[in-house]
């Protein structure tokens, strides 16, 4: 038996202008089985997640090099 999935994220390289995902948004939305499209606001605990993610891959980086 196979696994259903009943969405999917799309995460996007960089936080974008909402009115520069517009043409992106209406491309998915035109997908074979996608019923809406919604984005995703960025907030301030999204970018401290982000930076402390990299802070963590930095320490990691700069003991690998030592």
């Known amino acids: 038996m196979t696994d259903r999935f009943h969405s999917l994220t799309v995460v996007l390289e960089q936080d974008t202008r909402d009115d520069d995902c517009e043409a992106l948004i209406s491309a998915i ?3 074979r089985g ?3 499209v919604t ?3 960025s907030s301030p605990d999204s970018h401290m997640a982000e930076q402390r993610a990299l802070m963590t891959l930095r320490k990691k ?3 690998a090099l030592e």
């Open 34 to 36: 996608v019923a809406t």
């Open 39 to 41: 984005g995703v606001v």
């Open 61 to 63: 980086l700069y003991q």
């Open 29 to 31: 939305k035109q997908l």
